[in-house]
């Protein structure tokens, strides 16, 4: 398996979370999925898949005419590259001004408060 060196560019994330979502898929199942939120080209959708098994996003099984896609790595591990890259370039490395412009920008529900709370509070209590 070659070695996840490229971010996946937005069209790449939503083929990504299908894949998360669903576990292993077709081409075929992919554009179904992608096609329910908006129009999609089949072709568009292998073309893509080829390109991200170059670049190491995905791998591929041949199984009998098809081909199964299988995501390299899960949404958590995509999530943290793509923030650890976030915070560098446009943060300077502060997570703190990370975290104010992500609380600032949306609100955030009651839940989410409290879970970041949590969380908060945990790492403090390990430091």
Not at 84 to 104: C, I, M
Request: hydrophobic fraction near 35%; charged fraction near 30%.
């Amino acid at each position: 398996m070659k070695e996840q060196t490229n971010k996946p560019t937005d069209a790449e994330l939503r083929i990504l979370r299908v894949l998360w979502q669903r576990g292993p898929s077709t081409v075929r199942e992919v554009y179904e999925e992608l096609h329910r939120d908006r129009p999609v080209v089949y072709t568009t959708v292998l073309k893509f898949l080829q390109i991200m098994t170059e670049k190491g996003l995905v791998t591929r099984e041949d199984a009998g005419r098809a081909h199964v896609y299988h995501a390299c790595g899960s949404e958590e591990q995509a999530q943290r590259r793509l923030v650890e890259n976030l915070l560098d370039r446009a943060f300077g490395g502060s997570a703190q001004k990370l975290v104010l412009q992500a609380l600032t920008a949306r609100k955030a529900s009651a839940e989410e408060l409290s879970e970041i709370r949590k969380i908060l509070d945990e790492l403090e209590g390990g430091a």
